[in-house]
Nanobody, 124 residues
Framework: EVQLVESGGGLVQAGGSLRLSCAAS????????MTWFRQAPGKEREGVSC????????YYANSVKGRFTISRDSSKSTMYLQMNSLKPEDTAVYYC?????????????????WGQGTQVTVSS
């Protein structure tokens, strides 16, 4: 059974940092392109960063470029999102998911299940 479990969210002041984790099971992490999504209250879910199946390509939305870093540890079957210089507008529930591809222009459609998400709240 494919499962994704996000963790690492919390309450942080603007300018602070958090590292999110996505523990994957039921499939081979480094055989899949993966994406971090987020959904803020009243807004649609958006993809903010992805990493290709080889790990050699990453993509960042303009809103997080230069502040967030995506990575993965295949030995732990875990993907990470290091978030620095956080802003109140980064407040959202963050999810990880598999996507059909990730390239320098963005990510393909999501497939498979969502995890439960992890809440990130940035206070001003």
């Amino acid at each position: 059974e494919v499962q994704l479990v996000e963790s690492g969210g919390g309450l942080v002041q603007a300018g602070g940092s958090l590292r999110l984790s996505c523990a994957a099971s039921g499939f081979t992490l480094n055989a899949n392109a993966m994406t971090w999504f987020r959904q803020a209250p009243g807004k649609e879910r958006e993809g903010v960063s992805c990493i290709s199946s080889t790990g050699g390509v990453t993509y960042y939305a303009n809103s997080v470029k230069g502040r967030f870093t995506i990575s993965r540890d295949s030995s732990k079957s875990t993907m990470y999102l290091q978030m620095n210089s956080l802003k109140p507008e980064d407040t959202a529930v963050y999810y990880c998911a598999r996507v059909t591809y990730c390239n320098t222009y963005g990510m393909g459609p999501r497939f498979g299940p969502w995890g439960q998400g992890t809440q990130v709240t940035v206070s001003s």
